[in-house]
């Protein structure tokens, strides 16, 4: 009897712990596996390269040849007006910056006016695979931005990076494994993204201090958030007028792999939307599904009092040089660089003002994966595993208008109670009806 005791101990104990294994494990959404070609496939025409880009004229279009083709530095285009650059492609024309050693972005287009990229791919730049930088009308269309290794931190920021540019169009693009942002843009006005995919990446599609923005009909899927828009103090610009819409934005509920000390290390896997001090923004008819926290929205006075006693590590200096980081790019990445702004910016706006959900179909998917990280664990424990549309901090914006909604009558809202240490965490349904537009 006691040996057949202590079998069936044993046996309870390994169906216990399979059971904790599959618990955590089995519905755990992680990255597509993604064979690296080896570098040495890839050709090297990168001087006949430089001197297309170098010795364009305005007016020309730079004609990219199919291929796979590998670089040691980046690729510049500066004081440029009317140029395409058009490759074979997307997959065709393969561009690999996977063994670079100068410079940060692997296309770096600056000081131009009207400039069209599509057709191409690019790879495994150290920094941002395509940044775009002081350009009045640009257009990345049909375009692949990745990194072929798996989702860590050694990978670069952003895959598609247009900042303090005007009439911005991104369409047709897809995004994987950026360690900040599969597209992003930042401190821009009038821009579209539309008809893209994003997956794999920290954050799938950004916004970041622009202006008269549209988001739609994207497919934004296992990326830690789906979507995000933030408007941070000290920059060149503040957000207003964002419109996130037709979008399919499920299953994001990939692990947060943005370098420590980066504003991205603190999202939260598991959200379809993230609005931080967000201006004026809307968003209707999405398909918001199996995200275990649909819509996260803090203000940067939460974010601010969250951060207070956190240490951050310097940049290395040998980091710094290696990725040659520009100062406007430090200032939208680094947390203890944006919460340092906040004092010196007297016109910065830290809350949420003017946000409204209107006809967003909603799901909450797995209750197994809000416990599969830091954050998403917190949240679940703090709530006693409820479900909730939308997770705050509790901060409103004084003059009111914070949030309204339509089209959903039991639109929850928990409370997480920031500024008190999460000490009075409250669940409420939102009854504020949106106006008419």
């Not at 955590?24 to 001087?47: C, G, I, M, T």
């Not at 940067?300 to 040089?321: C, H, I, L, Q």
């Not at 000490?423 to 537009?437: G, H, P, Q, V």
Request: hydrophobic content about 40%; charged content about 20%; glycine content about 8%.
């Amino acid at each position: 009897m006691k040996k057949f005791l202590k079998n069936t101990g044993i046996t309870l104990a390994i169906f216990l712990v399979a059971g904790l294994i599959w618990w955590f494990v089995s519905d755990y959404q992680v990255y597509e596996n993604r064979p690296q070609k080896p570098l040495d496939e890839y050709v090297d025409l990168e001087a006949d390269f430089q001197k297309l880009f170098q010795l364009a004229q305005d007016g020309e279009t730079i004609e990219l040849p199919a291929g796979h083709f590998k670089f040691s530095k980046a690729l510049i285009l500066d004081g440029k007006n009317n140029i395409t650059i058009k490759g074979a492609g997307m997959d065709k024309t393969v561009l690999s910056f996977r063994g670079q050693t100068e410079g940060a972005e692997g296309i770096r287009v600056a000081n131009g006016h009207n400039i069209t990229l599509e057709d191409f791919t690019v790879q495994d730049a150290i920094g941002d695979n395509i940044k775009a930088i002081y350009i009045d009308t640009i257009i990345f269309r049909n375009l692949k931005t990745e990194w072929t290794d798996v989702p860590n931190t050694t990978l670069g920021a952003y895959g598609l990076y247009p900042v303090i540019c005007k009439n911005v169009l991104i369409e047709n693009c897809e995004a994987l494994r950026g360690s900040d942002s599969g597209l992003y843009v930042g401190q821009s006005q009038d821009v579209v993204i539309r008809n893209n995919i994003t997956t794999e990446n920290v954050c799938g599609i950004n916004v970041e201090n622009s202006g008269n923005v549209d988001i739609y009909n994207n497919k934004c899927f296992n990326n830690t958030s789906g979507i995000t828009a933030l408007d941070i103090p000290g920059l060149t610009r503040y957000m207003d007028d964002i419109r996130i819409h037709d979008n399919q934005i499920y299953e994001n509920t990939l692990y947060n792999f943005a370098p420590a000390g980066n504003v991205a290390a603190s999202t939260v896997a598991g959200t379809g939307i993230t609005l931080w001090a967000a201006k004026n923004v809307s968003v209707y008819d999405n398909e918001i599904v199996d995200n275990p926290f649909p819509i996260v929205m803090f203000s940067f006075v939460g974010t601010n009092y969250m951060a207070k006693d956190k240490e951050y590590a310097p940049v290395a200096a040998s980091e710094r040089a290696r990725n040659e980081v520009s100062a406007e790019e430090e200032a939208s990445l680094r947390e203890d660089v944006i919460n340092a702004k906040w004092s010196a910016d007297e016109n910065y706006n830290p809350y949420n003002v003017d946000i409204s959900f209107r006809n967003n179909k909603w799901s909450f998917g797995s209750f197994r994966k809000k416990l599969q990280t830091t954050g998403g664990a917190l949240f679940t424990l703090a709530t006693w595993g409820k479900n909730a549309h939308l997770w705050y901090d509790g901060v409103d914006n004084p003059d009111g208008s914070t949030v309204c909604i339509d089209g959903n009558n039991d639109f929850i809202v928990v409370n997480l109670d920031i500024m008190n240490d999460s000490k009075n965490i409250e669940f409420k349904e939102l009854m504020t009806k949106c106006s008419a537009d």
